[in-house]
């Protein structure tokens, strides 16, 4: 069909043909050379879908741009938000991929990592060079993805009010801070992710806790890494 004139670049092709872990058929459309960057990003965001190591390496080998914003968001945020395992972030750093590229609100990999609570990424982004310099919230979500519990306890101290309005940002369930890695992704046509973007600091924490004291504010943190198992159906 590639050879009839078929057009791989309808976002169709792009999207479904990723939907296994035989890369027969990837291989195939990339090397007819028709693919736009497009199509290559949605590919790869697909397979971090299915945590295909073959199909993410192969892409990122064969043409994937690791800084491409497909819908405004670039490789690394897709990885975070489908919560794929380290490697995957070395590939992409090794093949050129910048953390500090922001997605189209403003938000670069240092700050979806911390949201996601990946202290892992955020010392592989260290240790390539990357000063993690988080503001507001965002310092104090980085400190609990550490579990660094006294710079949480300083940051929380400093402004009492930021536990609430991280609370008051995620779909509260059966602990203060955490709503469930197959919470349903926000409405969005044909997106490529299960994102949990809008759960701001949501996989940060397993759990927090706060109680006031006559001393000050208490907090009990326990780190989690987010769940794997979030392909698409």
């Not at 992409?92 to 996601?116: I, Y």
């Not at 924490?205 to 006559?214: C, E, F, V």
């Not at 943190?221 to 794997?228: Q, T, V």
Request: aromatic share 6%; proline share 6%.
């Amino acid at each position: 069909m590639l050879d009839r004139g078929a057009d791989p670049n309808d976002g169709e092709v792009a999207y479904h043909s990723p939907e296994t872990l035989d890369n027969r058929t990837t291989h195939v459309l990339v090397e007819s050379g028709k693919l736009n960057q497009d199509s290559f990003g949605m590919m790869l965001a697909r397979k971090f879908n299915w945590h295909d190591d073959d199909g993410v390496h192969w892409l990122l080998e064969h043409g994937a741009d690791p800084n491409w914003p497909l819908w405004g968001s670039r490789p690394l945020h897709w990885a975070l938000r489908q919560g794929t395992p380290i490697h995957y972030f070395e590939w992409l750093l090794d093949h050129g991929a910048d953390s500090l590229l922001p997605d189209k609100d403003g938000n670069t990999p240092v700050v979806e990592a911390a949201r996601q609570g990946r202290a892992d990424v955020l010392g592989l982004f260290e240790r390539h060079g990357v000063v993690i310099a988080l503001q507001g919230d965002d310092a104090f979500l980085g400190a609990c993805a550490r579990v660094n519990e006294a710079e949480a306890h300083k940051l929380a101290a400093a402004d009492p009010s930021v536990m609430g309005r991280i609370q008051s940002q995620n779909a509260l369930t059966d602990c203060p801070m955490r709503r469930s890695a197959r919470s349903p992704a926000p409405t969005r046509s044909r997106s490529p992710v299960r994102t949990r973007k809008g759960a701001r600091g949501s996989a940060a924490l397993a759990a927090i806790g706060r109680r006031s004291r006559g001393e000050g504010l208490t907090l009990t943190i326990n780190a989690r890494l987010p769940d794997p198992k979030t392909a698409l159906d």
